[in-house]
């Protein structure tokens, strides 16, 4: 995370490379827009950068100080770049309009697969979306056109205990659909050649058959609710 000064973060996740990704808005001008699953705060940050007239941060598990995880680092990033985002220490499966309000645009961010009800969790998101979503999350089983879903009660996915679900594309996008989301499409989704080479690594590894992490991506929906005039996505 860029503080200004020409002070970088180092971090453990290179959120820039995902901000090309998941496609964000240049211009959010006048919009809400909600993080769910925002930690450090990389992305509601970059979201009041680009004009946002309000952000909101959620989280819970990361700054509960679990597993080494807290809040300092949003609370410090905040403070260097005098931001005015606000935050929110809330679940998501606790997410209502009544609590938190609802936003013009809703980021959901590497978080779905942590979820071991990720359909309630969407219906949650669904309830403080005014228009949009961006969601970004793990998926599997892409082999498969019938939808269905990997679960990982242990350590099977990257040896962490708190990645639950994986769900694939076809399953995804139903569960869109139902919670209310008219709209999707799909603006990346790992090619090939990353799940072969992440496949093959693991596989050498021992972590994981090759077959089976080759089945494995990242992917990115841009869901819309009806009737609203939607923002314009800008490469």
Not at 31 to 41: E, K, P, Y
Not at 192 to 204: E, F, M, P, S, T
Request: proline share 4%; charged share 30%.
């Amino acid at each position: 995370m860029d503080l200004g000064h020409g002070i970088v973060t180092e971090g453990d996740d290179d959120s820039a490379r995902k901000l090309g990704r998941i496609r964000l808005p240049e211009r959010l001008g006048g919009l809400s827009v909600l993080d769910i699953g925002a930690w450090d705060g990389f992305f509601s940050f970059e979201a009041e950068r680009r004009g946002a007239s309000r952000v909101l941060a959620a989280d819970s598990y990361c700054w509960s100080g679990k597993d080494g995880c807290t809040k300092d680092g949003f609370n410090l990033a905040r403070r260097a770049l005098r931001s005015k985002v606000e935050d929110v220490e809330i679940e998501v499966l606790d997410l209502a309009p009544e609590r938190v309000g609802t936003f013009d645009l809703v980021l959901f961010l590497g978080v779905l697969y942590h979820m071991k009800f990720p359909h309630v969790a969407l219906e949650r998101v669904a309830s403080v979306t005014q228009d949009r979503l961006i969601l970004e999350t793990h998926v599997d089983l892409l082999h498969m056109r019938r939808a269905a879903m990997a679960i990982y009660p242990d350590r099977e996915l990257d040896g962490d205990p708190t990645n639950w679900c994986g769900p694939n594309l076809a399953a995804l996008e139903w569960m869109l659909r139902d919670v209310g989301f008219t709209e999707l499409k799909r603006v990346h989704l790992s090619p090939v050649w990353w799940r072969a080479g992440r496949a093959a690594k693991l596989a050498a590894r021992g972590k994981a058959g090759f077959l089976r992490s080759l089945s494995q991506a990242r992917v990115v929906y841009h869901a819309r609710k009806p009737g609203r005039p939607g923002l314009r996505v800008v490469s």
